[in-house]
């Protein structure tokens, strides 16, 4: 039965060892021969990993990186979404997906390697010539012309994998795995300050809010009064008119500020995998808002904190070992088959014991000797692949360095001219209570008021933003340190029991 070896237990059992002796022999004695051809030599492609030892002058014993995202975020609401967007997200939860696939892609690439068994029956009718040496016996037998043939049993297959190819395209394939979990933790960064950016920008815009509807206060009360002013003759109706019209500016603002509001908690619900709903937040005042204390650690710690960076070098690894398996399918290969069960021309005696017991086994070896091209061509394949992994590990690791000395940056400069902003809104609001009591005293023109008034609005819409500006630069930091995915459940230390014994195997 396909080709294997059958035999009736009458015959000596000895023959099964001397197949298999056989077939190691004829193996041996090829490769001796030197009719195996050299496979390409390996040059392993290895990624540059020196960083410089600070950033721009600026290092920490710590990294701000490695503090779990609830302790790093103090806003409850802000933790409430995020903890919302971790369960609901659904980009995140396609990540996750994708991790079940590369685990079973582990499965499978593992039973590659080990025996093969199946059970298997048939049944059919088989008719040979007369003119044939079987013909004329099955005519003579009482098996007749037609033979019905009936049978079942256990078929088992299994390439032995000497070589280690099989095993490398596993370790390989669990690597991915790894990396595929680095991919989702970079995910859940990216996700994390995303949602914390967009709730200081509700939190700004808040703020922007209350900053217009004061200020529209108080221009209602300097419009009654220049009205009164021109009523009792002290002024022109040019002063009505003009306060009138920046109080309209000032009111029409109000509504692109509200849509600007819907939107954004329209964003956040969408990150959070919900349907629109209010978003609650903090009632505090966003200009007393403190960004939090920053510490960049040292360079190094970026490669093995930064799950793009983690994943990338789990990447090179998973090619490198591609390379190995490639490299080794220029190698003989070596398997066993066997069947272990019953067959008769008579169903009513399918299953005597031992005359319709039927069992085989076969070792065979298989080396390419021409039409190599597909094998080198894979080779080839894999290798180019490895390099760019080795690229692609080396642009991670800039950038990432990039990213923290350009946040650095950005938060330094930021604080500075918060400060600075600050100062000026003081020194304009001075200038607001000046030249409103001198209008209100006839002693000053009311286009000074005005323009006191709109440079004010406009310094003190120009601090929120910067301080929304500030509160974010400080979360993007966080995670270009790779923080973020640290105490969301998703770890490979609280993944399922499943998980951990493919990630314990691994590391094996």
């Not at 001796?32 to 540059?48: L, Q, S």
């Not at 059919?124 to 044939?132: L, M, Y």
């Not at 600007?260 to 937040?281: K, M």
Request: charged content about 20%.
């Amino acid at each position: 039965m396909n080709g294997i070896l059958e035999t009736k237990p009458g015959a000596k059992a000895g023959w099964v060892g001397r197949a298999l002796t056989a077939t190691l022999v004829a193996l041996v004695a090829t490769m001796a021969t030197g009719c195996i051809p050299k496979p390409p030599k390996r040059i392993a492609h290895v990624p540059n990993r020196v960083v410089p030892d600070t950033f721009a002058g600026l290092s920490d014993t710590r990294s701000a990186g490695l503090i779990p995202w609830r302790d790093f975020f103090k806003d409850a609401h802000l933790v409430a979404l995020i903890e919302a967007a971790l369960k609901q997200n659904q980009e995140l939860n396609l990540a996750i997906q994708e991790t079940v696939v590369a685990s079973a892609e582990i499965m499978a690439r593992r039973g590659e390697y080990l025996p093969k068994v199946g059970f298997g029956a048939a049944t059919g009718v088989e008719r040979v010539g007369a003119f044939t040496s079987q013909g004329k016996a099955d005519e003579r037998s009482e098996i007749g012309p037609n033979l019905q043939k009936y049978e079942f049993g256990l078929y088992s297959s299994w390439e032995i994998d000497v070589w280690g190819r099989l095993r490398n395209l596993a370790k390989a394939a669990s690597q991915r795995y790894l990396a595929s979990i680095e991919g989702r933790n970079f995910m859940v960064t990216r996700l994390v300050a995303e949602i914390a950016g967009k709730y200081y920008e509700l939190l700004a815009l808040d703020r922007q809010l209350k900053v217009v509807t004061d200020n529209i206060a108080l221009q209602e009360q300097s419009l009654e009064l220049a009205r009164a002013q021109f009523q009792a003759g002290r002024a022109t109706s040019a002063a009505p008119a003009r306060f009138e019209a920046n109080l309209r500016a000032m009111q029409s603002s109000l509504y692109t500020i509200q849509q600007r509001i819907v939107e954004t908690e329209n964003e956040l619900n969408f990150l959070a995998g919900r349907f629109p709903q209010r978003i609650d937040r903090a009632k505090t005042n966003f200009l007393d808002s403190q960004p939090a204390a920053m510490a960049v650690g040292v360079p190094a710690e970026l490669l093995a904190n930064r799950p793009d960076v983690r994943q990338a070098e789990l990447e090179l690894a998973a090619a490198g070992l591609d390379v190995d398996a490639a490299r080794k399918a220029f190698y003989p290969s070596l398997g066993i088959e066997s069947l272990v069960g019953y067959q008769s021309f008579d169903a009513t005696k399918l299953i005597n014991t031992p005359d319709s017991l039927l069992f085989g086994i076969l070792g065979k070896a298989f080396q390419p000797l021409l039409n190599r091209k597909g094998i080198m061509a894979d080779y080839i394949s894999a290798d180019s692949r490895e390099m760019q992994a080795v690229i692609h590990y080396e642009r991670a690791v800039l950038t990432a360095f990039v990213e923290v000395s350009n946040r650095v940056s950005l938060t330094r400069n930021l604080s500075q001219g918060f400060q600075l902003k600050q100062q000026q809104v003081d020194r304009l609001a001075q200038s607001v209570n000046i030249s409103t009591e001198l209008f209100n005293l006839n002693r000053a023109e009311y286009l000074e008021v005005l323009t006191a008034r709109r440079e004010l609005l406009e310094a003190q819409q120009e601090l929120v933003e910067m301080k929304q500006r500030q509160m974010v630069a400080t979360v993007t930091l966080y995670q270009a340190l790779g923080g973020g995915w640290r105490g969301t459940g998703l770890e490979p230390a609280d993944a399922t029991a499943a998980d951990q014994k493919l990630t314990q195997g691994v590391k094996n």
